[in-house]
Structures are given as structure tokens and as C-alpha cells.
């Protein structure tokens, strides 16, 4: 190292989570500036940066200190855990491997034994301090707040007590100046122990954030952590002095104890830790005794190849088999597989859903033959070079996805076999992306909520959006930011604490398992679930060399796992997925028609096009329809359509591209078909062609040229031309963007069309499966409802008599379950069903005497009966409410008088005469009406059970083409809609120009959604627009980010429409106006009453929307007659009108 004045070993980065602004790239760039050689990074009770912070200064040059701030307390109590508040803070610096090694120790055990923080006994320092080297805390520390207090003795006892932990040349005392007089105080104090004890200063800055007009981003990220306003009178930051100091500012700081500045130079140069980043620390299989890994994977393969092809394998698939084991143990990783290979085994065994593979590991016979994927790569021509590169060495990632709701029992087993300490989840953190940054630091700054939402909504609400990408793309936002100054601060602060870090959270699959215990390699902490918690993020763990592997939990095999126990059940089927037809009629007729809602992959409104377009006839078909609906692939949809239906000619390069080719028509789908094509044309092996698509796919102009030199000269040596061999290398490079994981494909088209199965042959097992997945999103138990009564599958309400927990399957309907209700807890369903089992209950006294009050309390059964679950009971729903709370109270009366012995309700066999005195129910209540129930249905439910004001409407909405509203969301930006709805809600407003317009909640069986109806709509529609009207809509969809409303063109009620459907024999669209009806009365008709009087009753029995108009011959004069008359033209009410007047009489005109 190189002379240096000062080093920062004292530091907090983003990684101190919502008390720093200093990102970690641009903290070590700013040390770098500065002239820093060395830096430390001390996060608050956490290490979770220092990974990428080593990796940073590495690349800058600088040397990387890694330590942390610990809290310690200096109690414990009998259960071993630290009870309390926060500690005081001790910092430790990593002196050595070692060192870093026990702050790692020491901070897992401080998460684990700390109650409400992560604090540490100190007694637990004892024999865990080698290689570390240690600072006070100042102020915050133990010793800084004795001297605060003014207990010089005690603190002196303390000091001695650390340098005795840590060793006299481990131990130093720590001042800072941040220009409080409080820590001056206690820095004259530090200065005097240390004469005293002969401890050395060191002297810091508490750096949170770079430069020092940095400051206010502390401040808001400081209100955030604490859910405080900037301007409240009680918060305690008070100084602008946490910044990245330069080293002549901190000497200057410190003029008069230039020994603490100088023992920051000493600390760093005592540091030397290198981590041995990018080695492979991979587990270890427990083999049964004198096997090594290999020759027991070779053992359980083979078991595997008989199992798979029983006696039949050929000698492509056992050469297929030898080949992959021996790239699998020359890589080392045979452990990694028997691993693999045991928890799925575990899950199998015990009726754990387990998925058919995914991503890459699909391309493997060996992961086939062991059965952790389900898809015969051999006979989908998927390769092992995709997943496994013999010439490119990397860690193997076997992704396995198992039921959702089973999915911590296998882990649980994975933690049972190879130690608690070994095995951990993964950490990831939740970040502050554009509109949740402009809400939190609007909320700090104390900005109106609704102007900090009107704010946010301006910003594109796009997956990975930033507030610089948004202002690019949003005039509105731009504009809003230059004309009020207090949104452009609220922006400027926002951008500074985007994508910092906000909250821990655990990976929703990650699991690592390592060799050693965990703490060698990384520091742990906590989940929520109380599962253990790496501290390092997936990406860290991997520069560590710990395996990670992922844990899947997959709701659609939760789906499918309770789809198939419900047809057992019910129809006493028993499916093995593994086992069913993939030739299936039902399910490609189903597939053809994108009857897909809630199959796995298929259920977007794009990808139903697609499969509209595509009509999938065999399983490959499927698996290309995936590989086909992303961005890119998209453009060729129609021709691979037309090819595939045998009105586009398919055509190929060279003959020798067929075999690949064929399947997709000509087309590269995936990107095992370029591998495929180097191999053949070029000689490639499958690694090599391998690593040639990796290259092209990074589109970087030397890899590029120096993989085409490579290929052409291949295919020269093969035989093929220069300019063929030109020709397929382009189009390798023009179709390496779009290529898709074939293997991954495959194993995802597997699921789906396991789904698709069991929805054609089984739909109402599998309706009451999705609804039950479906529970706590109500939109979506709505959609699923109505896709049922499309089936004429009838979906009965709930029952407390009757109803599960979750949809049931009951006689060929589906049985509303108990956990759909609203405000219905688990505990109190627990009880109901407990209670059940005994008996049925018999009425609402019998239920309230039998099931648990302070679990099902008055809430529960005010839910329970205005969604219909007790309307088996005597009495209405409006009865059952109004004699609710006297029943409650009778039901505590008979309780207690049981429960103290006095002979009430003591004899079973009294009971039903006890019923018949509890308050009655069948009082003189109205019961509630129509619309009323549906509404109480509707909150409860998310859908009406009874009926929907739309339900007569239907044959009239298909006729007219409505959009069903949840599928308004599928729609472009100013796309032409049609949709039907009942009004909900309307909020009345004026514009800047004194304008009436409206917004509108529009909903029917499905969804919900806003219509806005501008004021020239306005007028003409305000009639309409009151709450229970059912109107027909004619508009365009408006996207604002994920949000899509409905802007109103033209509104109807639905009624009239559907009069003019039912009753004209004229057709025409559903928003054009009524026809006019001209009737010519001659002269001899005018003078005849009775034949006016005929025509008078006429027109008022065919009453309708066409206007009428008489027009006289004789006086040649006309007249529009009041709305009274307006009939609907029908063709037997114009020969009606015509026997009176003549025939030929009567005009229709379209207007």
C-alpha cells in the first residue's frame, strides 16, 4: 500500500438499510477519487453487501475492509436470547480470513439470539475474536455512553474489558466530530481514557452518504425507516456531516490528535483478507458405505433407465446415458445429482406434486432416467450440452417446481438430512422503484396523498421503470415537475432513493446447501418463517461457490394435485399425469378453440389469438406456441401459421437443415436447433455450438466475427460453400435473439398441457380446483364463475352445513368453500367443520350455541349469512340478521348455565326443546331485496351467487360482441371496445372549463371497471348514469400503466337494446338508432275513425323506440307523434298497421 493520510473505517452503505444513501459503486468510485487506498464498509447488523463491495474495490484498486456495526448488550436471559432494545454499537473490522470468518459467527448468532433486534451477549465474544480488530462505537458504544453519563470508572472498567476480549493490539477507542456538542463532550472524555488506559484512538466519520449536499436524501430515507415527516419536531437528526469526507478534512477534524488519523492508516494496513471467491464448494451425498458418488449415480441411473424403458433402451439412449455420466463426474458433480435426485424421490414417495422439469436440466437423460424431469429428451430431441457444457465449465442449476402448499415440507427434509446449519433460504431484497419512491418521499415530505397519487400515476407503470426513463416518456410528468417547484424536489429527491433497498425478503425459491456449516461462508439471519437466512443474495453465493438450487412452489401443481384427488373422489378415476394420452382429441379441440382460461401458460388474451391461429393438433405444437408468443418470435406467427396449415410453402436453405427444422416449419423456434445446425453443418460438438450461441446472442462484434471465421471454415471442411456457409451463419446471428430454451419449452408445455387435459375430460374437478386457487383474488373467482356457468356447470353458494374449506365437487356442481367468504377466518372455519363432524347444526341458535363465539364472533356470522351460508336454516337472511344479536346473547346465557351445571340443556335428548325457546327468528322481518341480497353477495363473494342483473342480458351481449370487462385489460391503447355493465359507483365532476363529465364503475359477472365519460357524452348520457342502470358502452380502451379504463363514445341502456334485439325483425348494430316509422294515411282513411282508433290501440300495444310519423296525402302535411306511440317495426306489427290502412302504407327509414 501506497502512503495514505486517512482511512474511512467507519462506514454505512444502501446495505444499512434505510439509514444510508451511499449506493456501494458510487461510494467506492467517490473513495477512489479522493485518493482512498483502502475503505470499509460496517453495515448495521448485516454483511449483506460485502460481496459486491469486495468485488468493487477490487475492480477500483482500493482495498476492501469488511466489518460490521454490531449491537451488544452485556445481559442474557435463561432461555439464551438477548431481550430489549437495541445494544450499544462495537464495530469489527476483519483483520484476517479468520477474522472474517468469526464477525460472520458472531453476526449469525446475534441474529439468532437477539428477540427484537439482532443483538449479541457479549459473553458470546468469548473465543470469537481472533482476527478481528475492534472500535468502540463511539458515542453509541458501550464505553462512549458510560462517558456520557459521566461514570469514568465503570467505563474504564469496560474499556479494559474490551481490549481484554479482543487483545491489546485489537482494541481501539473511537471518536467522531460531527459538530455536536454532545460528542465533543464525549470525545474529551475518549481522549483522557485513552491516556489513562494507554487504548489507542481511532478516529471516524459515521459516512451514509457521499457529498455532503447529500444530506437531505438521509434525512427522507431516515422518515421513511421511521414512518415520520420531515418537518416533525421530535426527530434527532441534526447535522449535515455523514458524508465520504476527503482525508484532509478528516486531519483537519483532528488537528490536535493526529495519532487517531494515523491508526486509521495502521487498521487498514493490518487488514489483509482475500476472499477465495470463484471456488466450488459443493455438498456431499451420504453414500451407503464403500461407494464413492459416481458409482452409486450409476447405480440409481441405471435402476432409472430400467424403470423408464424397461428392458427396451436402445443403444442410442444407453451411449446417450454413459456419455452424460461421464461429463457429469469429470465436472465433479455427482454429489449435486444424487442430491437432487433424493429430495424429488422423497417428494414422490409422499404424494408431493412434483413438476415434469424446467428450464435447461430438461435437455438431461440422466435427470430424465433419475426422474427429476418428466420429458424424455431423447425423444424430444432436446440436448445435455444445452444444460451441461462439457467445454464450459459452471455450476449445474436444476430449477425443480412442487406444490405450492408442499413446498417447505420438502425442504424441511433437505434440512433434516444434511444439518440446520448447512442449509438456508436465500436472501433478496424488495427496492424502491419509481411510483413506490415518489410515494414514500411524498408521504415524508408531507405532500397531500392525493397529489402525490396524481403524481405517481404519471409515471408508466412498466416492469423495471425508472424516473429517468419515465420522464423521457411522460410529457405530463415532465411538465408537472417544470411548473411546480415542490413536485420537481419531490422527484429529485425520489430518483435519489430509487432502487435503494427498502426490505429483506426471502427468495421465492432459492435454497443453498453447502458442505460446511454455513457461517464459514456467509452470515445468516432469520426469515419470517423462522427459516434460516443467508445474508449474501443468490448472486453473492455464487462468487462464494455455495450450490444453490431451486425450490419451486408452483400453485398450478397444487391445482392439479387437489383436480386429481377431487376425481378420484368423485368419479373414482385414478390419473397418473405421467401416464396420460398425449393424442388426446378433447383436449387439442379445446386448445384449438383457446377455451384456456386458467391453463397454465395458454390463459392471456394474446396467447388465445395465438392459439386460435395455430389450432395445436399434436404436443410439439404446444410447446412451439410458447416458444412462439414473446416479443420477437411474434413477427412470424403468421407465416408459421400458414406453413403449418399448408398455405405457405416451407422451404429450407439446404436439404441438410430439414431433419432440424421440420418441426417448426422452416423456422429457428429454439435455440437447440442453432446448436444443432453448427454441429451438422460446421462439425461443431454440442459444446462448442454451445458456446457459438452464447456468443451470437451477445451480438459483441468481435465474438461475432470470430465465431463466423470459425463456422464457415467448419462447413468448408464439411463440404458446403463459402456463400451457403455465410448464408446459415447469418441467419444463426438474425435468429439468435429470438431463440428459446427448447427444454425449458418442453417441460412448461408439459404442465399445460396436463391442465388442458384435465379440463376437457374433467372440467368440473378442475373448475373447483382453479376456484379454490383462486381464493382471496376475487376478480378472478368472479371470471372462473362465469366460465363455469358457460359450461352450464352450476356453482352452488355456501353452505355451513355442506361447504369445505375450499370448492368441493357435490353431485356435478361445484360447492362454494367457506374460505372464499369474506371476513371467514381459518380458526373460525377450523371450528365449524370440527363441530360439523359431530352433527349438522340445525338452526342459527343451534350453531351459536355449538361453535366457538371469540373465534366465530358477530362479524363472522353476519358474513356467514349474508353470503347464503345459512340459508338452510329456518328463517330469510333479513330474519336470521334482525335476530342475530338476541340469539348471540341467549347462546352466552345457555353457555354459561351449562358450563356452571345448573340442568339447562344438560340431557341431549332436551335439546330440541330447548331450541324451540330460544328467540324466534321467523319474526315479521322483510326480507331483503333482489338487488340488496346481490349486493351483500357481491362484497362477500366478489360475485353474485343468486343471480346477476346481467344474466338475461347474455344471448343479447354475445349477439352485439360486448367484452366480457375483465378482458378489457387485454386491449391496446385507443383499441375500439364494446362492453356491458351494470353502474356501481359514479363520481360527478367539473373540468377547468365548468364542464359536467363523469367517472363511472362499471361491473359485470367477471370484473370491474372505470369508464370516463367526458362532457360531450356527458350530456347526452346523464340520465343514465345512475347507480343499478345497465348500459351498453360504445368506446376505446385508455391504458395509464397497468391500469386500463374505458373512455365513453356512446352510451345506451342495455334494456332498450335488448328490446330492439328481442322484438324487431330489422337488423342492425346495437348503438345505431332506432329506424323511423313513416305511416301515409290516404284521404278515405282520414275520415274513418274506427280505422284510426284500431291504428291508436296499435301502436300503443307495440310500444318501442322508433319514432313514428303520419304523413296525411290529401293535406300532404306530416307529423311526428309523441314518444308514447313509438313502436318496434316488427314485421307482423307493420301487417298489422297495413290490414287497417292499406298495403304499402308503411316505410321503414334507417336514420
Same mark, same amino acid.
Given at each position: 500500500?501506497?502512503?495514505?493520510?486517512?482511512?474511512?473505517?467507519?462506514?454505512?452503505?444502501?446495505?444499512?438499510?434505510?439509514?444510508?444513501?451511499?449506493?456501494?459503486?458510487?461510494?467506492?468510485?467517490?473513495?477512489?477519487?479522493?485518493?482512498?487506498?483502502?475503505?470499509?464498509?460496517?453495515?448495521?447488523?448485516?454483511?449483506?453487501?460485502?460481496?459486491?463491495?469486495?468485488?468493487?474495490?477490487?475492480?477500483?484498486?482500493?482495498?476492501?475492509?469488511?466489518?460490521?456495526?454490531?449491537?451488544?448488550?452485556?445481559?442474557?436471559?435463561?432461555?439464551?436470547?438477548?431481550?430489549?432494545?437495541?445494544?450499544?454499537?462495537?464495530?469489527?473490522?476483519?483483520?484476517?480470513?479468520?477474522?472474517?470468518?468469526?464477525?460472520?459467527?458472531?453476526?449469525?448468532?446475534?441474529?439468532?439470539?437477539?428477540?427484537?433486534?439482532?443483538?449479541?451477549?457479549?459473553?458470546?465474544?468469548?473465543?470469537?475474536?481472533?482476527?478481528?480488530?475492534?472500535?468502540?462505537?463511539?458515542?453509541?458504544?458501550?464505553?462512549?455512553?458510560?462517558?456520557?453519563?459521566?461514570?469514568?470508572?465503570?467505563?474504564?472498567?469496560?474499556?479494559?474489558?474490551?481490549?481484554?476480549?479482543?487483545?491489546?493490539?485489537?482494541?481501539?477507542?473511537?471518536?467522531?466530530?460531527?459538530?455536536?456538542?454532545?460528542?465533543?463532550?464525549?470525545?474529551?472524555?475518549?481522549?483522557?481514557?485513552?491516556?489513562?488506559?494507554?487504548?489507542?484512538?481511532?478516529?471516524?466519520?459515521?459516512?451514509?452518504?457521499?457529498?455532503?449536499?447529500?444530506?437531505?436524501?438521509?434525512?427522507?430515507?431516515?422518515?421513511?425507516?421511521?414512518?415520520?415527516?420531515?418537518?416533525?419536531?421530535?426527530?434527532?437528526?441534526?447535522?449535515?456531516?455523514?458524508?465520504?469526507?476527503?482525508?484532509?478534512?478528516?486531519?483537519?477534524?483532528?488537528?490536535?490528535?493526529?495519532?487517531?488519523?494515523?491508526?486509521?492508516?495502521?487498521?487498514?494496513?493490518?487488514?489483509?483478507?482475500?476472499?477465495?471467491?470463484?471456488?466450488?464448494?459443493?455438498?456431499?451425498?451420504?453414500?451407503?458405505?464403500?461407494?464413492?458418488?459416481?458409482?452409486?449415480?450409476?447405480?440409481?441411473?441405471?435402476?432409472?433407465?430400467?424403470?423408464?424403458?424397461?428392458?427396451?433402451?436402445?443403444?442410442?439412449?444407453?451411449?446417450?446415458?454413459?456419455?452424460?455420466?461421464?461429463?457429469?463426474?469429470?465436472?465433479?458433480?455427482?454429489?449435486?445429482?444424487?442430491?437432487?435426485?433424493?429430495?424429488?424421490?422423497?417428494?414422490?414417495?409422499?404424494?408431493?406434486?412434483?413438476?415434469?422439469?424446467?428450464?435447461?436440466?430438461?435437455?438431461?437423460?440422466?435427470?430424465?432416467?433419475?426422474?427429476?424431469?418428466?420429458?424424455?429428451?431423447?425423444?424430444?430431441?432436446?440436448?445435455?450440452?444445452?444444460?451441461?457444457?462439457?467445454?464450459?465449465?459452471?455450476?449445474?442449476?436444476?430449477?425443480?417446481?412442487?406444490?405450492?402448499?408442499?413446498?417447505?415440507?420438502?425442504?424441511?427434509?433437505?434440512?433434516?438430512?444434511?444439518?440446520?446449519?448447512?442449509?438456508?433460504?436465500?436472501?433478496?431484497?424488495?427496492?424502491?422503484?419509481?411510483?413506490?419512491?415518489?410515494?414514500?418521499?411524498?408521504?415524508?415530505?408531507?405532500?397531500?396523498?392525493?397529489?402525490?397519487?396524481?403524481?405517481?400515476?404519471?409515471?408508466?407503470?412498466?416492469?423495471?421503470?425508472?424516473?429517468?426513463?419515465?420522464?423521457?416518456?411522460?410529457?405530463?410528468?415532465?411538465?408537472?415537475?417544470?411548473?411546480?417547484?415542490?413536485?420537481?424536489?419531490?422527484?429529485?429527491?425520489?430518483?435519489?432513493?430509487?432502487?435503494?433497498?427498502?426490505?429483506?425478503?426471502?427468495?421465492?425459491?432459492?435454497?443453498?446447501?453447502?458442505?460446511?456449516?454455513?457461517?464459514?461462508?456467509?452470515?445468516?439471519?432469520?426469515?419470517?418463517?423462522?427459516?434460516?437466512?443467508?445474508?449474501?443474495?443468490?448472486?453473492?453465493?455464487?462468487?462464494?461457490?455455495?450450490?444453490?438450487?431451486?425450490?419451486?412452489?408452483?400453485?398450478?401443481?397444487?391445482?392439479?394435485?387437489?383436480?386429481?384427488?377431487?376425481?378420484?373422489?368423485?368419479?373414482?378415476?385414478?390419473?397418473?399425469?405421467?401416464?396420460?394420452?398425449?393424442?388426446?382429441?378433447?383436449?387439442?379441440?379445446?386448445?384449438?378453440?383457446?377455451?384456456?382460461?386458467?391453463?397454465?401458460?395458454?390463459?392471456?388474451?394474446?396467447?388465445?389469438?395465438?392459439?386460435?391461429?395455430?389450432?395445436?393438433?399434436?404436443?410439439?405444437?404446444?410447446?412451439?406456441?410458447?416458444?412462439?408468443?414473446?416479443?420477437?418470435?411474434?413477427?412470424?406467427?403468421?407465416?408459421?401459421?400458414?406453413?403449418?396449415?399448408?398455405?405457405?410453402?416451407?422451404?429450407?436453405?439446404?436439404?441438410?437443415?430439414?431433419?432440424?427444422?421440420?418441426?417448426?416449419?422452416?423456422?429457428?423456434?429454439?435455440?437447440?436447433?442453432?446448436?444443432?445446425?453448427?454441429?451438422?453443418?460446421?462439425?461443431?460438438?454440442?459444446?462448442?455450438?454451445? =458456446?457459438?450461441?452464447?456468443? %451470437?446472442?451477445?451480438?459483441? $462484434?468481435? /465474438?461475432?466475427?470470430?465465431?463466423?471465421?470459425? +463456422? &464457415? !471454415?467448419?462447413?468448408?471442411?464439411?463440404?458446403?460453400?463459402?456463400?451457403?456457409?455465410?448464408?446459415?451463419?447469418?441467419?444463426?446471428?438474425?435468429?439468435?435473439?429470438?431463440?428459446?430454451?427448447?427444454?425449458?419449452?418442453?417441460?412448461?408445455?408439459?404442465?399445460?398441457?396436463?391442465?388442458?387435459?384435465?379440463?376437457?375430460?374433467?372440467?368440473?374437478?378442475?373448475?373447483?380446483?382453479?376456484?379454490?386457487?383462486?381464493?382471496?383474488?376475487?376478480?378472478?373467482?368472479?371470471?372462473?364463475?362465469?366460465?363455469?356457468?358457460?359450461?352450464?356447470?352450476?356453482?352452488?353458494?355456501?353452505?355451513?352445513?355442506?361447504?369445505?374449506?375450499?370448492?368441493?365437487?357435490?353431485?356435478?356442481?361445484?360447492?362454494?368453500?367457506?374460505?372464499? =367468504?369474506?371476513?371467514?377466518? %381459518?380458526?373460525?372455519?377450523? $371450528?365449524? /367443520?370440527?363441530?360439523?363432524?359431530?352433527?349438522? +347444526? &340445525? !338452526?342459527?341458535?343451534?350453531?351459536?350455541?355449538?361453535?366457538?363465539?371469540?373465534?366465530?364472533?358477530?362479524?363472522?356470522?353476519?358474513?356467514?349469512?349474508?353470503?347464503?351460508?345459512?340459508?338452510?336454516?329456518?328463517?330469510?337472511?333479513?330474519?336470521?340478521?334482525?335476530?342475530?344479536?338476541?340469539?348471540?346473547?341467549?347462546?352466552?346465557?345457555?353457555?354459561?348455565?351449562?358450563?356452571?351445571?345448573?340442568?339447562?340443556?344438560?340431557?341431549?335428548?332436551?335439546?330440541?326443546?330447548?331450541?324451540?325457546?330460544?328467540?324466534?327468528?321467523?319474526?315479521?322481518?322483510?326480507?331483503?331485496?333482489?338487488?340488496?341480497?346481490?349486493?351483500?353477495?357481491?362484497?362477500?363473494?366478489?360475485?353474485?351467487?343468486?343471480?346477476?342483473?346481467?344474466?338475461?342480458?347474455?344471448? %343479447?351481449?354475445?349477439?352485439?360482441?360486448? /367484452?366480457?370487462?375483465?378482458?378489457?385489460?387485454?386491449?391496446?391503447?385507443?383499441?375500439?371496445?364494446?362492453?356491458?355493465?351494470?353502474?356501481?359507483?359514479?363520481?360527478?365532476?367539473?373540468?377547468?372549463?365548468?364542464?359536467?363529465?363523469?367517472?363511472?364503475?362499471?361491473?359485470?359477472?367477471?370484473?370491474?371497471?372505470?369508464?370516463?365519460?367526458?362532457?360531450?357524452?356527458?350530456?347526452?348520457?346523464?340520465?343514465?348514469?345512475?347507480?343499478?342502470?345497465?348500459?351498453?358502452?360504445?368506446?376505446?380502451?385508455?391504458?395509464?400503466?397497468?391500469?386500463?379504463?374505458?373512455?365513453?363514445?356512446?352510451?345506451?341502456?342495455?334494456?332498450?337494446?335488448?328490446?330492439?334485439?328481442?322484438?324487431?325483425?330489422?337488423?342492425?348494430?346495437?348503438?345505431?338508432?332506432?329506424?323511423?316509422?313513416?305511416?301515409?294515411?290516404?284521404?278515405?282513411?282520414?275520415?274513418?275513425?274506427?280505422?284510426?282508433?284500431?291504428?291508436?290501440?296499435?301502436?300503443?300495444?307495440?310500444?318501442?323506440?322508433?319514432?313514428?310519423?303520419?304523413?296525411?296525402?290529401?293535406?300532404?302535411?306530416?307529423?311526428?307523434?309523441?314518444?308514447?306511440?313509438?313502436?318496434?317495426?316488427?314485421?307482423?306489427?307493420?301487417?298489422?298497421?297495413?290490414?287497417?290502412?292499406?298495403?304499402?302504407?308503411?316505410?321503414?327509414?334507417?336514420?
Amino acid at each position: 500500500m501506497k502512503t495514505a493520510s486517512f482511512v474511512h473505517l467507519h462506514v454505512h452503505s444502501e446495505y444499512s438499510l434505510l439509514e444510508s444513501a451511499a449506493r456501494i459503486w458510487p461510494l467506492v468510485h467517490r473513495a477512489k477519487e479522493l485518493g482512498m487506498e483502502a475503505l470499509a464498509v460496517t453495515d448495521s447488523s448485516a454483511m449483506y453487501g460485502a460481496i459486491p463491495f469486495y468485488k468493487a474495490c477490487k475492480a477500483e484498486g482500493i482495498k476492501p475492509i469488511l466489518g460490521t456495526q454490531l449491537q451488544i448488550k452485556d445481559e442474557t436471559k435463561e432461555d439464551g436470547q438477548v431481550h430489549g432494545q437495541k445494544g450499544f454499537s462495537l464495530i469489527l473490522l476483519a483483520e484476517t480470513l479468520e477474522g472474517y470468518r468469526n464477525i460472520m459467527r458472531l453476526l449469525s448468532r446475534a441474529h439468532a439470539e437477539g428477540v427484537y433486534h439482532p443483538v449479541l451477549a457479549k459473553e458470546a465474544l468469548h473465543g470469537c475474536t481472533e482476527g478481528i480488530i475492534a472500535l468502540s462505537g463511539a458515542q453509541d458504544g458501550e464505553i462512549g455512553s458510560l462517558l456520557r453519563a459521566g461514570k469514568m470508572d465503570k467505563a474504564k472498567e469496560v474499556a479494559e474489558e474490551y481490549r481484554a476480549l479482543f487483545g491489546s493490539e485489537h482494541f481501539f477507542l473511537e471518536i467522531q466530530d460531527h459538530l455536536l456538542e454532545e460528542q465533543r463532550l464525549v470525545n474529551q472524555r475518549t481522549v483522557d481514557l485513552s491516556r489513562a488506559t494507554g487504548i489507542p484512538l481511532v478516529a471516524t466519520n459515521n459516512v451514509r452518504y457521499l457529498r455532503e449536499e447529500d444530506a437531505d436524501i438521509l434525512d427522507i430515507l431516515l422518515c421513511i425507516g421511521e414512518g415520520k415527516k420531515i418537518d416533525d419536531t421530535e426527530r434527532t437528526y441534526q447535522t449535515k456531516e455523514y458524508y465520504l469526507k476527503s482525508a484532509e478534512e478528516m486531519s483537519e477534524r483532528f488537528i490536535f490528535l493526529p495519532e487517531a488519523i494515523e491508526n486509521t492508516v495502521r487498521i487498514a494496513r493490518r487488514c489483509q483478507v482475500e476472499l477465495p471467491l470463484g471456488e466450488t464448494i459443493l455438498p456431499r451425498f451420504p453414500l451407503p458405505d464403500g461407494q464413492t458418488a459416481e458409482e452409486y449415480l450409476q447405480k440409481v441411473c441405471e435402476d432409472g433407465l430400467r424403470l423408464r424403458y424397461g428392458n427396451d433402451a436402445n443403444e442410442e439412449v444407453r451411449e446417450r446415458l454413459a456419455y452424460e455420466l461421464s461429463v457429469i463426474n469429470r465436472m465433479g458433480f455427482a454429489d449435486y445429482f444424487l442430491i437432487v435426485w433424493d429430495f424429488i424421490r422423497y417428494a414422490r414417495e409422499r404424494g408431493i406434486a412434483v413438476g415434469p422439469g424446467r428450464g435447461s436440466a430438461a435437455g438431461s437423460l440422466v435427470a430424465y432416467v433419475l426422474q427429476i424431469t418428466n420429458i424424455d429428451p431423447v425423444k424430444y430431441n432436446l440436448l445435455f450440452e444445452r444444460f451441461l457444457n462439457p467445454e464450459r465449465i459452471s455450476m449445474p442449476d436444476i430449477d425443480v417446481d412442487f406444490s405450492y402448499e408442499r413446498r417447505d415440507e420438502v425442504i424441511n427434509y433437505v434440512v433434516k438430512k444434511y444439518g440446520a446449519d448447512r442449509v438456508a433460504q436465500i436472501i433478496t431484497f424488495g427496492t424502491m422503484a419509481a411510483r413506490a419512491a415518489v410515494r414514500d418521499v411524498g408521504r415524508a415530505l408531507d405532500i397531500p396523498l392525493r397529489d402525490v397519487d396524481r403524481i405517481a400515476k404519471l409515471i408508466p407503470a412498466e416492469p423495471g421503470i425508472t424516473l429517468d426513463r419515465a420522464l423521457k416518456r411522460s410529457k405530463a410528468l415532465c411538465q408537472a415537475v417544470t411548473n411546480n417547484p415542490q413536485t420537481k424536489k419531490l422527484i429529485e429527491l425520489a430518483r435519489a432513493v430509487e432502487g435503494l433497498p427498502r426490505h429483506v425478503s426471502t427468495h421465492a425459491a432459492g435454497v443453498v446447501i453447502s458442505r460446511d456449516p454455513l457461517t464459514e461462508h456467509v452470515p445468516l439471519q432469520q426469515g419470517h418463517d423462522g427459516h434460516a437466512l443467508t445474508q449474501y443474495t443468490m448472486e453473492a453465493l455464487e462468487d462464494v461457490g455455495l450450490l444453490k438450487m431451486d425450490f419451486l412452489g408452483l400453485k398450478n401443481l397444487t391445482l392439479l394435485e387437489q383436480a386429481i384427488r377431487l376425481i378420484k373422489e368423485q368419479e373414482g378415476i385414478s390419473i397418473d399425469l405421467a401416464a396420460i394420452p398425449l393424442d388426446d382429441t378433447r383436449t387439442y379441440r379445446m386448445l384449438a378453440e383457446a377455451d384456456t382460461a386458467g391453463v397454465f401458460q395458454l390463459e392471456s388474451g394474446g396467447m388465445r389469438r395465438v392459439l386460435r391461429e395455430v389450432k395445436p393438433s399434436k404436443f410439439e405444437d404446444i410447446v412451439a406456441v410458447l416458444a412462439l408468443f414473446r416479443p420477437g418470435p411474434m413477427e412470424f406467427i403468421s407465416d408459421f401459421v400458414a406453413a403449418k396449415h399448408g398455405r405457405r410453402e416451407v422451404t429450407y436453405l439446404h436439404p441438410v437443415l430439414e431433419p432440424i427444422l421440420k418441426e417448426t416449419y422452416g423456422f429457428i423456434l429454439y435455440q437447440e436447433q442453432i446448436m444443432q445446425i453448427a454441429s451438422k453443418v460446421a462439425g461443431f460438438t454440442l459444446g462448442e455450438a454451445d =458456446i457459438l450461441r452464447r456468443a %451470437v446472442s451477445k451480438k459483441k $462484434r468481435e /465474438l461475432l466475427q470470430e465465431q463466423r471465421k470459425k +463456422f &464457415v !471454415d467448419g462447413a468448408l471442411k464439411q463440404g458446403y460453400d463459402d456463400k451457403l456457409a455465410n448464408q446459415l451463419y447469418d441467419m444463426i446471428v438474425r435468429f439468435a435473439d429470438y431463440g428459446f430454451n427448447r427444454s425449458h419449452s418442453a417441460a412448461y408445455a408439459m404442465i399445460a398441457y396436463h391442465m388442458a387435459y384435465i379440463k376437457a375430460n374433467h372440467p368440473v374437478a378442475f373448475f373447483a380446483a382453479l376456484l379454490t386457487m383462486a381464493q382471496g383474488n376475487m376478480d378472478k373467482v368472479a371470471e372462473y364463475v362465469d366460465e363455469c356457468k358457460k359450461r352450464s356447470i352450476p356453482v352452488l353458494g355456501p353452505d355451513v352445513n355442506r361447504s369445505e374449506t375450499d370448492f368441493t365437487v357435490e353431485d356435478g356442481s361445484i360447492r362454494f368453500g367457506l374460505g372464499a =367468504i369474506k371476513n371467514v377466518g %381459518v380458526q373460525a372455519i377450523r $371450528r365449524i /367443520l370440527e363441530e360439523r363432524a359431530k352433527r349438522p +347444526f &340445525v !338452526d342459527l341458535a343451534d350453531f351459536c350455541m355449538r361453535v366457538d363465539q371469540r373465534v366465530c364472533n358477530r362479524r363472522v356470522l353476519e358474513a356467514l349469512i349474508k353470503s347464503g351460508a345459512m340459508d338452510s336454516f329456518p328463517g330469510h337472511r333479513a330474519a336470521l340478521l334482525a335476530a342475530l344479536d338476541r340469539v348471540i346473547e341467549w347462546a352466552q346465557r345457555a353457555r354459561r348455565k351449562e358450563e356452571e351445571q345448573i340442568g339447562f340443556l344438560v340431557k341431549p335428548e332436551q335439546h330440541n326443546e330447548e331450541v324451540l325457546m330460544v328467540p324466534d327468528v321467523s319474526i315479521n322481518t322483510p326480507e331483503f331485496g333482489y338487488e340488496e341480497k346481490l349486493l351483500q353477495e357481491k362484497e362477500l363473494l366478489g360475485l353474485y351467487i343468486s343471480g346477476h342483473p346481467l344474466d338475461e342480458y347474455r344471448e %343479447v351481449c354475445e349477439h352485439f360482441s360486448f /367484452l366480457p370487462l375483465h378482458r378489457l385489460k387485454e386491449k391496446r391503447e385507443k383499441q375500439p371496445v364494446r362492453l356491458a355493465g351494470m353502474v356501481c359507483a359514479v363520481r360527478n365532476i367539473t373540468t377547468r372549463h365548468g364542464q359536467p363529465m363523469a367517472f363511472v364503475q362499471l361491473e359485470d359477472q367477471t370484473s370491474r371497471v372505470e369508464m370516463v365519460v367526458f362532457p360531450g357524452v356527458y350530456h347526452h348520457a346523464m340520465p343514465l348514469l345512475q347507480r343499478g342502470k345497465l348500459l351498453a358502452v360504445e368506446g376505446k380502451a385508455n391504458r395509464q400503466g397497468d391500469e386500463v379504463k374505458c373512455i365513453a363514445e356512446r352510451i345506451k341502456e342495455l334494456t332498450e337494446i335488448a328490446y330492439t334485439f328481442t322484438h324487431s325483425d330489422i337488423p342492425r348494430e346495437a348503438f345505431e338508432s332506432p329506424p323511423m316509422v313513416f305511416i301515409k294515411i290516404e284521404e278515405a282513411v282520414e275520415s274513418d275513425v274506427v280505422k284510426l282508433q284500431n291504428l291508436q290501440q296499435i301502436l300503443r300495444a307495440e310500444r318501442g323506440m322508433s319514432p313514428v310519423i303520419l304523413y296525411y296525402a290529401g293535406k300532404r302535411h306530416s307529423v311526428q307523434l309523441t314518444e308514447e306511440y313509438n313502436i318496434t317495426p316488427k314485421s307482423d306489427t307493420i301487417r298489422k298497421i297495413e290490414k287497417i290502412i292499406g298495403e304499402g302504407m308503411v316505410i321503414i327509414k334507417k336514420r
